[in-house]
């Protein structure tokens, strides 16, 4: 199993750039859901799906974009990129909460 | 709705030395209790978890922590720490019924030979 994988490594964007983070699992996984990483503030939810067609807003929504249209992958678009969007980006997925939460490695992501 | 309060941002121990890192929560409902552990340039992983039953729990790799339910924390220890301890740890919470799992701000523990 390849288990979360994330794709771009890393990404640089022009202010009003948009772009899609592409997340995907293996493991079979309902629950997905996506966190921004900030210096100092820990790890926020952006946004989170428990299945197919279904998704939610989680802390910090705003500028972002979900869908979810098979089990396995959850892209996440930024529409208009804002240097308030410089982060990382982690994917994960899980049987379901609040059990465990399987991580991807990440996507660093620099708005100028 | 919940949260999550880890009272050290950094905490420097040296090597084979006990470690504390504390986590206090907050919530209307019952809760499940969360450590991950992020080493440099990685993502998270889980350190260990509760979920019901004993209070105590404990990884594979030495880490314990203490469900307390009266004083609303959940903090982890370790006796004797490894340089390859070193790492960004964060408590997390999610309460019951909910699809939200929340993270505290971070403790980087630093292992100093």
């Known amino acids: 199993n390849a288990g979360v994988t994330q794709t771009p490594k890393f990404q640089v964007l022009k202010t009003g750039q948009s772009m899609t983070l592409q997340c995907a699992q293996d493991m079979n996984h309902e629950y997905m859901s996506w966190y921004r990483q900030d210096p100092g503030m820990g790890l926020r939810l952006i946004h989170y799906?428990?299945?197919?067609?279904?998704?939610d807003q989680g802390e910090v929504p705003n500028g972002y974009n979900v869908s979810r249209s098979t089990t396995e992958d959850f892209p996440l678009r930024l529409l208009s990129a804002a240097p308030s969007q410089t982060s990382v980006y982690f994917c994960?997925?899980?049987?379901?909460?609040?059990?465990?939460?399987?991580f991807g490695p990440g996507t660093r992501l620099t708005v100028t | 709705a919940q949260s999550v309060t880890q009272l050290d941002s950094q905490v420097p121990v040296f090597e084979e030395a006990p470690v504390e890192l504390r986590c206090n929560y907050s919530s209307s409902v019952s809760v499940y209790l969360f450590w991950y552990v992020q080493y440099p340039n990685q993502g998270l992983q889980l350190l260990l978890k509760?979920?019901?039953?004993?209070?105590l729990v404990e990884s594979i790799n030495g880490f314990e922590a203490e469900f307390n339910k009266s004083q609303t924390s959940f903090h982890l220890r370790k006796p004797s720490v490894h340089i390859s301890d070193t790492a960004e740890y964060f408590c997390?919470?999610?309460?019951?019924?909910?699809?939200?799992?929340?993270f505290g701000k971070g403790t980087k523990l630093s292992v100093i030979p």
């Open positions: 509760y979920l019901s039953g004993s209070t």
């Open positions: 997390a919470v999610s309460g019951a019924g909910s699809y939200q799992l929340t």
């Open positions: 994960a997925s899980s049987d379901r909460i609040p059990y465990e939460q399987y």
């Open positions: 799906s428990v299945g197919a067609g279904i998704t």
